[in-house]
């Protein structure tokens, strides 16, 4: 099995060179590797396999990594193998996968691990907490154990499409590597984790959790827990390409803004690289006439904050959730000394009649209804045209933006065709919504002057 790994063994003194594997929402993966060569430094490569970037990083960058805002989940890389050649048979190939766990160099991983962890405790993270940067509960390393065992955690897993499986029962802590540099009272727990895609394996996601997951447990004389474990160890196959990683993230970074959800609460990494593709300049004026929960305007008011943001709906129980969600923000800045205030304003208004004057908005950014979840597709033949027209009307002609989010495609397309060349479609970002495919389009507003009539 030929091996692609470079850096794994870099170690320069007690700096250690390692690949970082991040997940991003599916279709943003330029996004991310933007974000990382312009706050890192290094250079990203996006896996063939949707939704996930791979860059290298020293350790002492590392707490780095958790300030990228268009990543959900973190994890180092142990080993990757670009060509795995799967055996025919699934008794082979579960084997083989058996007997990988004890030839990986597991060494400088687990060292980033156990580094990874004393920057979350240092931050006050807590096990399924809202930390600014929360970390994901079905990715986090031995990240802050809850609030009682110092090391409490490592198991067996698999989700294979949301599938997951324990492997194996119990032993005792032994060593190897760095990790049992504790004492041999103090259990590591842990669980594997595998994502399997492609149809040419003989084996399910489970088995091959299972299966390495004991083997894993039997080098490292780990226990393996489901839910309170302290490393979780990553099996991602995808076709042929084979990566095992360990979790860096425990609570997605996804959910960092947010405190009052809604029924379609945007992530905030997807927020994230839906500013970035309409590049906010300072002073923008930056509108989102149905902002739910508030993701995207608190996101924009938080990253880039030389643009001023008015969050709008017309549901008051959304523009509460925002209000709360903005107060919640302001309190976790205010508590750490920093500037609590956020260029932000909420207001409750019709979404077809805005209080604004028209030609005074520079973007207009939201998540339209899908007509799944929230609305209905009858009534997105009659919402989706009155508000494009009137955020035609808002908007600034020539140089004014739009970067809306919707499932529904054909709806929308019809929309766009039917404003009287008032948007013109620039660029589609494809995206998978909560299992919803759905398109992120960008828009520009042309010169077309807008007349009350033209539809």
Known sequence: VSSSSTDNDATTGDIISVTIGATVPTGFEHTAA??????????????????????PITTDKLFQVHLLRSVDNLFVVVEEYDNYQFKESKEETLMELQELASKLPWTNALEVWKLNRTFKKKKGYRKGGNGTKGKPKSEAAGATVADTEQQELPQATSTVENQTEES?????????????????????????????????????SNEAARDFGGAVQEFFQWKADMTKFDIEVLLNI??????????????????????????????????????????PQPSDIILDPMCGT?????????????????????????VNRTVNNICHIQKRRADKGSISGLPIDTVRWDLCSL???????????????????MGSRKKNWDLYPSCLREMARVCRPGSGKAVLLTQDKKCFSKAISRMGGLWRK??????????????????????????????
């Open 294 to 318: 508030g993701a995207i305007p608190l996101e924009g008011a938080i990253e880039f904050n030389s643009s001023f943001y008015i969050a709008g709906d017309n549901y008051d129980m959304a």
């Open 238 to 279: 995808h076709n042929v390409e084979v990566v095992i990683g360990i979790a860096l993230t425990e609570e997605s970074l996804h959910r960092r803004n947010i405190s009052h959800f809604g029924p379609t609460t945007l992530r905030s990494t997807l927020c994230y690289g839906m500013l970035r593709l309409c590049k």
């Open 355 to 373: 209080p604004m004057r028209t030609s005074s908005v520079d973007i207009i950014i939201t998540d339209m209804p899908f007509g799944k979840r």
């Open 34 to 55: 933007e974000e990382v060569k312009e706050k890192i430094g290094v250079d990203a490569r996006i896996s063939k396999d949707r939704g996930r970037i791979y860059f």
């Open 168 to 204: 194996v029962p119990e032993a005792e802590s032994d060593t190897q590597d760095s990790v049992e540099a504790a004492p041999r009272a103090i259990l590591i727990k842990f669980r594997v984790t595998c994502n399997r895609a492609g149809d040419k394996h003989s084996f399910s």
């Open 426 to 455: 620039l660029h589609t970002v494809w995206v998978n919504v909560g299992g919803l495919h759905a398109g992120v389009y960008l828009l520009k507003r042309t010169e077309a002057v807008f007349e009350k009539g033209n539809t």
